[in-house]
């Protein structure tokens, strides 16, 4: 499908919707402030929205109304006038809520919105061909397709964060016991920064490798880089895990905060303990689940992906 490039309704620098909605802009405000890690200010754009119409939401919530955060970043990443919500417009999107700031914002609201005229028909304001083929078209066309990515039964899969690591970024999910970890030493940006390398022996791949990795085998041991100390603090000697396992910029292995989960006695799993403001959680309610069920999630993530994503 074209929607958002490939899946970007499904994979958002704002986070994973939570809904997706018609609605109409009934007011905007535009507020300048200066965040405290910038020297210079930025413009956060708040819009009333009237909700007209829920064509899905995650937990079956559907409000009258809402305000919706946007913030106008200079021209860096994306062509964010048209993509600012205009006051009167009506747009068809897909929706996050930032439970940490109690704000909803657009998912990936860098990248295009589409919006519906007077006549049903549907806009992109992109230049992405995949998006721009629905311009000009009766919004049911962009609507018939979001509609049969929901519908597919793999969907509740692939709209976790578990599903959209398993099948969009090129990570590997493995079951490992870690051996070892230590203390090291880079530099990075001329800043001495230290890391931790931990040991792992491969038990089993439980999600494609994707081509930027080699073949692993069960028993190879592989070693990766993390720059948390949570996960030297919280990943046991000995320990069985499942890491989502990936290549970072400069080529080398890396595990992730919230991208690891502890395997108990009885062969559930537990996420390893991840700060409460942490929004990248990978296993985050999946507590309980085996790890036979962890792998089939991982599965169905991808047949969703095999479906609709071209």
Known sequence: MGIYKTERFFSQYNGIPDMFV???VLDTEQVNETPCNLASSIIR????????SVIWSRDGSIPETLSITQYLYGGCCADEP?????????YLLPLVY???????????????????????RVWSHSSYEGFK???????????NELTAMISDENFSAAISRFGLITRGNGSVLMEVTHLSVNSKKNILAHTETEYYEHAF????????????FPSYDAGDEIKARSYDSITKVHLEINGRYLIFYYPDEEGLQQIGTGDTAKINGDGTITEVFTPPDYSHRAFE??????????????????????????
């Open 201 to 212: 022996r491969v038990e089993k791949i439980l999600s494609t490798v994707a081509e930027r």
């Open 285 to 310: 309610g999946y507590n309980g689940y085996t790890v036979a069920q962890m792998e089939e999630e991982a599965k169905r993530a991808k047949a969703w992906q095999d479906t609709h994503v071209k």
């Open 82 to 90: 048209t993509n600012l919500l205009r006051e009167g417009g009506v």
């Open 98 to 120: 930032w439970k940490y700031t109690d704000t909803w914002r657009i998912a990936d609201d860098l990248d295009v919105l589409f919006e519906v005229d007077d006549k049903g």
């Open 133 to 143: 083929r629905f311009d000009g078209n009766d919004v049911n066309i962009l609507l």
């Open 22 to 24: 018609f609605a109409r």
């Open 45 to 52: 754009k708040i819009s009333s929205v009237q909700i007209l």
